[in-house]
């Protein structure tokens, strides 16, 4: 591995495709720097979700703040042929001074809602797509997956175990990042817990059982150096494993303060039904059981629903690439320049221009009950206003980093505030989001102006 086979801040410049650049360049040479706005927009939601959960906002941010081309880059883009000595030497200079606009992370949010809006100078603004697209996709689909898995858990507790088969090494952090705050209670990814202080937790693999003469051997052993430890009970046979466990506690007596067990495979509700009954007998009620193995929000609702007795739950590869749906219809789109109203006309594909806001209506409980895309200079509208200045001058605004436990705490009393079957696992009414007239007069006057005579 090389310093240049990692994304890091220093080579972040060059995480972009190639367009980006030469567009910049076409920009530089014909004096193009109005301040320009880009919308980032989910075009519509999968079938398979009700609503998306933002996140990803503070990862955008760091790299706009940092965002440059070092040496070794400029180095790098000079050996392509491509690029004039002017304006390589305008990328050396580069630092990034624009304005974003953004919905805190953590807010439910739906089809053709701008989840970040960017201005700045044309280039600068261009620039960001790749990354921003990279980041907010990522980590919104998977805090909109998490927060599935969170509300069918029904308060038991949830651990990322993902990071094995996600799609890379970066994946494995920004999504502990996004499972902690859609309402996953800890991840056991070691580097994601330091990175951002989420909570760390894990058992022992079938391995270790493995490596010893026998099953009791193995969890006298780990339960020896970790006494509140939860032990793997099916490497062999599960409930003969569980009843090793109730021996050790026999042996033991008050020194005994194993935690838990976790069922791993076979028929994990009956196999939990058994262990539960064998614990219970032998008096030891407070282990707790715990699920693994293939997980996700429908095997979750399925085995809870049979009654099967799991107190938590580790889930990992279903999770961890949202397997039901792995991508969002994302978009970065430029909607104004020079201070004029910009529009895409493709079919399927049409942009709503200008800079804009977003307003949520409560019903009298208190619900979310529906949602209105307006312009960002029309009067207020009723409701409250989603998009929030977060970024000046190139520069964060204080506020816009509350913290990931505030962060955390927002998304879970949002959700809250969901109409109840936009929480559940199957397809509901979509909820309604309007356009405003005001809005719907600019995209009107824009369109004439722009479709062929």
């Known amino acids: 591995m090389t310093a240049t086979d990692w994304a890091t801040l220093d080579n972040a410049g060059l995480l972009t495709d190639l367009y980006e650049l030469t567009m910049m360049q076409a920009y530089y040479q014909e004096g193009l720097f109005e301040p320009a706005v880009f919308d980032l927009f989910f075009r519509k939601l999968p079938e398979e979700r009700n609503y998306l959960l933002a996140a990803g906002l503070d990862t955008a941010l760091a790299y706009l703040e940092n965002l440059h081309f070092p040496p070794e880059a400029i180095d790098y883009l000079d050996s392509l042929g491509t ?51 990279n980041q907010l996709h990522f980590q919104t689909l998977m805090a909109s997956k998490a927060a599935r898995v969170a509300d069918v858990a029904g308060g038991r507790s949830v651990v990322d175990f993902g990071a094995r088969r996600m799609h890379g090494a970066d994946a494995t952090l920004k999504a502990a990042r996004a499972f902690y705050i859609a309402g996953a209670d800890a991840t056991s990814n070691v580097l994601a817990g330091q990175a951002y202080g989420i909570p760390v937790s894990g058992t022992m693999a079938h391995s270790y059982i493995e490596a010893h003469d026998s099953e009791l051997d193995a969890f006298a052993a780990f339960a020896g150096l970790y006494p509140e430890t939860v032990l793997l009970v099916d490497t062999y046979d599960t409930l003969e494993g569980v009843r090793k466990v109730t021996e050790l506690a026999e042996r033991w ?19 939990a039904k058994g262990s539960r009954r064998i614990l219970d007998e032998a008096g030891l009620q407070d282990v707790s059981i715990l699920a693994s193995g293939s997980l996700d929000e429908y095997a979750i609702r399925d085995l809870l629903a049979d009654g099967a007795p799991f107190d938590g739950f580790g889930v990992g590869t279903h999770m961890g690439v949202s397997e039901d749906a792995p991508f969002l219809d994302s978009a970065y789109k430029l909607v104004a320049y020079a201070n004029q109203p910009r529009m895409k006309l493709a079919t399927h594909k049409v942009t709503l221009p200008g800079e804009k806001q977003v307003y949520r209506v409560r019903d009298e409980s208190g619900t979310y009950a529906r949602d209105t895309i307006a312009t960002a200079e029309e009067p207020p509208l009723n409701g409250t206003p989603l998009l ?16 990931l436990a505030a962060i955390r705490e927002r998304a879970c009393a949002e959700r809250n505030r969901l109409p109840q079957a936009l929480l559940e696992l199957e397809p509901a009414e979509p909820y309604p989001v ?20």
């Open 83 to 133: 690029f004039s000595r002017d304006f390589l030497d305008y990328l050396a200079a580069f630092r990034f001074t624009g304005e974003v606009r953004a919905v805190p992370e953590g807010t439910p949010i739906f089809a053709n809602e701008p989840i970040i809006e960017v201005k700045a100078p044309l280039p600068q603004a261009q620039l960001a797509e790749t990354f921003l697209l």
């Open 253 to 271: 007596g008050d020194r005994f303060r194993v935690s838990g067990i976790r069922l791993d495979s076979g028929d994990l509700g009956e196999l």
């Open 388 to 403: 929030a200045t977060v970024m000046r001058d190139g520069k964060r605004l204080s506020e816009a980093s509350p913290g």
């Open 434 to 453: 309007a356009v405003s007239d005001h809005l719907q007069e600019r995209t009107r006057e824009l369109r004439q102006r722009l479709s062929p005579k």
